[in-house]
């Protein structure tokens, strides 16, 4: 199982940028997708996160700007960020909690990470 980031870059304040990460390999199912981030000098914080029946929870820093969603499949997660500032620079990791299709159990699995800079 894998999980692949994709989509940071070099975005003005004010602007509108979209990442996405792909979970693949031999899945049963995937419970819930999120993004984490880690600013330089900063623990990584939570983001955004999907449940597979639809729920969302957002950090207070993003609510209302950043917009997480799944693709049908469930395997794929998109961030939309909207009104990006100079503090969502950072680097973006995606997450998954998912049941291998070899496997009993839900295990944790990581993304590399993306980064996402905001100019001012």
């Known amino acids: 199982v894998q999980l692949q980031a994709s989509g940071g870059g070099l975005v003005q304040a004010g602007g509108s940028h979209g990442l996405s990460c792909l979970a693949s390999?031999?899945?049963?199912?995937?419970?819930?997708m999120g993004w984490y981030r880690q600013a330089p000098g900063k623990q990584r914080e939570m983001v955004a996160r999907i449940w597979h029946y639809g729920s969302t929870l957002y950090a207070d820093s993003v609510k209302g700007r950043f917009t997480i969603s799944r693709d049908n499949a469930g395997t794929t997660a998109y961030l939309l960020m909207d009104s990006l500032k100079p503090e969502d620079t950072a680097v973006y990791y995606c997450?998954?909690?998912?049941?291998?299709?070899?496997?009993?159990?839900?295990?944790?699995?990581w993304g590399q990470g993306t980064l996402v800079t905001v100019s001012s």
């Open positions: 997450s998954a909690q998912l049941i291998p299709a070899n496997g009993k159990f839900e295990d944790d699995y």
């Open positions: 390999g031999d899945i049963f199912r995937v419970n819930v």
